[in-house]
């Protein structure tokens, strides 16, 4: 029995880990269900695009053009010393669409708009207004959840690609105006290396940290337990998991699509 | 100002998104997601290494299509380019793989191939192809190149180091010694006749350049002189011999010495003939004289060398071609052979002389008479006879286009040939025969040599005539040149006996 106890103890929170995976994915499962029934409340959807989208843009910008900048930087002072320095723009474009302008813009999203959604439905859950939905027979998973993730999913790829964009305009600025890369080669560089396959799978990696930031932060926001401090916490633990999610599918995304 | 709705809002974010979407995707210009367009070569390598799909395939550096798939087809890599429409490539253009930059990114190259090459069809293949530069295929030459330096340089050290190598070295270099002083020995002994020999050569060289404009028997009296003075250096020599060892055998004294009356004149001959001949050299007369003291000789001498040069790269480019062929003529059934010589002092500028062996180059009339029912018939037979006939012309050539003019068959004509192959394939047209009465007769002439010294040869001839004479012929040649007939000659066995 002592024997039971202990691999009890040991084995919990694996077990833990697992039912809450199994229930992020039943939520995002009834979520996806719940798109296809009217009504269709693109009301809400338009108004979490908004706030997920449209209002992270600022944000997001700031990002990718220091980020661009950056990396032109960095690359540029690891290129001349074998006299690759035309190879910056290239560097630049290929690490801003395929990592940099994804993941980033993925984690600015998750700061500003994941942690928006898991206090928002949190505050609901222990004001006790989701129940009030249910009892005005308004299915909560698909007035609160499914807007949210729809908005995540449609407005992360546009925000990348404003990302992607901004960050090679960042780093023609740095490359080719402050270190004096001749421009010309620049981008003649990066259109000869630069693919459209890569920006798409950027984006098709942006499609998924959406949907993961967006559903990962619901399902804190939809569990919450113990007040305001739970509100709290799940905000923080949303914005956690999402972060850890994006990076280690960011991984698995790479090696499948390149 | 109105505040933006929600729905505005998104829209603009969308389609700003869209737009940049866009603009990138039209700069970036590759939809690799779509079918390119163009058709598709198959080149076959035997290996492809470091060579990936999408790589570009490039005619003088600029990008014509894309490595579109690589596949291993019975041992060999099979690429299929996928070429941009409108690009044309030629049949025997070749692929080769070749490698950018310092990262050793791999793509293909095609060359521009012969112009007179058709272009190649969709889906057709490219055979003329060279392998990527192996690295470690050239390390592992490279390392096998070193491994018989080392062991030629260890095998040296074996024979030329140690006790026994040296010793070797040194008998070398003692015979080598001996050798030496024997041809000194050799050519003191001989000196006069050498210098016989250098008077006979400068004055061969005179005659040879100035043919009459030098009194040779001048040069005769000249070398008569020279032959009698070192006659006289010789008897000197044996007396002044003489003396020296009877001196040296004590014999007499320098007064007795002095006193001898032969001897005194022996002497002062000697000094005589001595005095003489090095004032003769000194004023430049004799021939040895005038090849020290005269530059003009040893200019002489150059000209006459350039002169000789000048003939035998002349020689060089002289070609001589020997050539025999046979022609059957479908229509009339007989055969018509043709032995040429063709001399080419120049490349673009040959001489040809041709034996004509014509089965039917002579008409022979006879009449007969005779009796047909009582009336007196005369009858006219025509024959055809065997008649030899003989062609001279002079060609003219430039670039792939060759003229000729002269006798064709033992009448006048001309020729026009065209070159091509590297001179494997031609065609001529030959026009000859004029006369007031008949068309001319139009010759046209195929050659083609398979391999070298023995050519194909098939026509058209005398296609204008209009006594039905017309006649589509085949035939066969050899031909040798000058070098080949040399060649063929030394190489012939010969009876012993």
Redesign the interface.
């Known amino acids: 029995m002592a024997m039971m106890n202990f691999f009890e103890y040991a084995g919990r929170p694996f077990v833990g880990i697992l039912e809450e995976f199994g229930r992020v994915m039943l939520l995002f499962l009834s979520a996806a269900v719940w798109a296809f029934r009217p009504p269709f409340r693109l009301r809400q959807v338009?108004?979490q695009?908004?706030a997920v989208?449209?209002n992270s843009?600022p944000v997001v910008l700031i990002t990718a053009v220091s980020s661009g900048m950056v990396l032109a930087l960095q690359s540029y002072y690891g290129f001349r010393m074998?006299g690759g320095e035309s190879l910056v723009g290239a560097t630049v474009a290929l690490s801003m669409t395929r990592e940099i302008g994804p993941v980033f813009t993925a984690l600015m999203v998750t700061g500003r708009a994941g942690s928006a959604m898991a206090a928002e439905i949190g505050t609901m859950r222990v004001k006790e207004q989701i129940d009030a939905l249910y009892a005005m027979s308004v299915n909560p998973v698909q007035f609160l959840v499914m807007p949210r993730v729809l908005a995540g999913m449609?407005?992360l790829?546009?925000?990348t690609?404003?990302s992607?964009?901004i960050g090679i305009v960042g780093g023609y600025f740095v490359g080719g105006q402050l270190l004096g890369i001749n421009s010309g080669v620049f981008m003649a560089r990066?259109?000869e290396m630069?693919?459209?396959?890569d920006?798409?799978n950027g984006?098709i990696k942006a499609v998924c940290f959406g949907l993961i930031l967006s559903v990962v932060s619901c399902y804190k926001g939809f569990y919450t337990t113990g007040g305001a401090e739970g509100v709290g916490r799940a905000a923080t633990q949303a914005v956690v998991i999402s972060t850890v999610s994006i990076f280690i599918s960011d991984f698995f995304l790479t090696a499948v699509m390149f | 100002m109105t505040k933006l709705t929600v729905e505005a809002k998104v829209g603009v974010f969308v389609v700003m998104g869209i737009v940049i979407l866009g603009y990138m995707a039209m700069k970036v210009g590759k939809l690799s997601l779509m079918r390119e367009k163009g058709y598709d070569v198959e080149v076959f390598f035997d290996s492809v290494s470091g060579l990936a799909p999408d790589v570009p395939v490039e005619i003088a550096g600029v990008e014509v299509g894309r490595v579109r798939d690589i596949s291993l087809v019975d041992g060999m890599a099979r690429v299929v380019l996928r070429i941009k429409p409108g690009v044309k490539i030629k049949k025997d253009a070749k692929a080769v793989i070749r490698t950018r930059g310092i990262l050793g990114d791999k793509y293909i190259t095609l060359g521009k191939g012969s112009p007179s090459a058709p272009d190649i069809k969709p889906g057709q293949r490219l055979w003329r192809t060279e392998p990527a530069m192996d690295l470690d295929a050239l390390m592992g030459t490279l390392q096998d190149v070193a491994a018989d330096i080392k062991s030629l340089s260890s095998s040296l050290t074996g024979v030329l180091g140690g006790a026994e190598g040296k010793a070797t070295l040194k008998a070398i270099f003692n015979n080598f010694k001996e050798m030496v002083q024997t041809l000194n020995n050799t050519v003191q002994k001989n000196r006069d006749n050498i210098d016989v020999i250098v008077a006979n050569l400068t004055d061969f060289s005179k005659t040879l350049k100035e043919l009459g404009g030098v009194n040779v028997k001048d040069i005769q009296k000249i070398i008569e002189n020279l032959s009698q003075a070192s006659d006289r250096l010789g008897t000197v020599m044996e007396g002044m011999n003489r003396i020296v060892s009877r001196v040296n055998a004590g014999k007499g004294n320098i007064g007795r010495l002095l006193n001898e009356e032969e001897a005194i004149d022996n002497l002062n001959a000697a000094l005589a003939s001595l005095r003489e001949i090095s004032e003769k050299i000194n004023q430049g007369q004799g021939t040895i004289g005038k090849l020290v003291n005269e530059e003009e000789t040893a200019e002489k001498i150059n000209t006459a060398l350039t002169g000789i040069n000048d003939y035998l790269q002349k020689q060089e480019t002289f070609r001589t071609y020997v050539d025999y062929r046979g022609e059957y003529l479908f229509e009339h059934e007989w055969a018509k052979s043709y032995f040429t010589l063709r001399i080419q002092p120049k490349e673009d500028k040959y001489y040809l002389f041709q034996v004509v062996d014509d089965p039917a180059g002579k008409e022979k009339v006879t009449r007969i008479r005779r009796e047909v029912d009582g009336q007196i018939v005369e009858e006219e037979r025509v024959e055809l006879e065997d008649e030899l006939k003989f062609s001279a012309q002079i060609a003219k050539r430039y670039y792939n286009l060759g003229l000729r003019g002269g006798f064709f068959e033992s009448t006048g004509g001309v020729a026009i040939d065209y070159y091509l192959l590297d001179d494997r394939l031609t065609f001529s047209l030959e026009a000859f025969d004029f006369d007031w009465e008949d068309n001319p007769h139009l010759k046209f002439i195929a050659n083609f040599s398979p391999i070298h010294h023995i050519y194909l040869t098939a026509g058209y001839d005398d296609f204008i005539n209009d006594e039905g004479q017309e006649s589509f012929f085949l035939g066969a040649g050899i031909q040798f040149a000058d070098e080949d007939i040399k060649t063929l000659i030394t190489n012939v066995p010969i009876p012993t006996h």
């Open positions: 338009f108004k695009m908004e989208g449209v843009l074998f449609v407005t790829p546009v925000l690609v404003v992607d964009f990066i259109y630069l693919d459209l396959n920006i798409f984006l």
